[in-house]
Nanobody
Framework: VQLQASGGGSVHPGGSLRLSCAMS????????MGWFRQNPGKDREFVAA????????HVANSVRGRFAISRDNAKNTVYLHMNSLHPEDTAVYYC????????????????????WGRGTQVTVSS
């Protein structure tokens, strides 16, 4: 399983970005998908996750109301829609795939995910 994240960049506060994560080597619909972010010297932080069934999605309190996660199983791609970006959203963003027993189970711990992409940098500054 390979995950390729893209869509990062530099934006001004209040701006928007959409991150994409394309899966190859497997079928996206078999996995719970998540997004995490990390800054140097800090732990990897949960941002959002979406269940295999797409019936449920979850976002961290720090981004609730601004970020959303979606998936397109036909395209084998998961997205992170980021609006009203703040400077504190600056980080390397990683997508991850995890196996779950249930279609509606989500994962928010990094150690629960078995596959990771290489990350894409998001910088929010004026």
């Amino acid at each position: 399983v390979q995950l390729q994240a893209s869509g990062g960049g530099s934006v001004h506060p209040g701006g928007s970005l959409r991150l994409s994560c394309a899966m190859s080597g497997s079928t996206l619909s078999a996995y719970c998908m998540g997004w995490f972010r990390q800054n140097p010297g800090k732990d990897r932080e949960f941002v959002a996750a979406i269940t295999r069934s797409s019936q449920s999605s979850h976002v961290a309190n720090s981004v609730r109301g601004r970020f959303a996660i979606s998936r397109d199983n036909a395209k084998n791609t998961v997205y992170l829609h980021m609006n009203s970006l703040h400077p504190e959203d600056t980080a390397v963003y990683y997508c991850a795939a995890g196996t779950t027993k249930g279609d509606d189970t989500f994962l928010d711990a990094p150690e629960a995910y078995g596959y990771w992409g290489r990350g894409t940098q998001v910088t929010v500054s004026s």
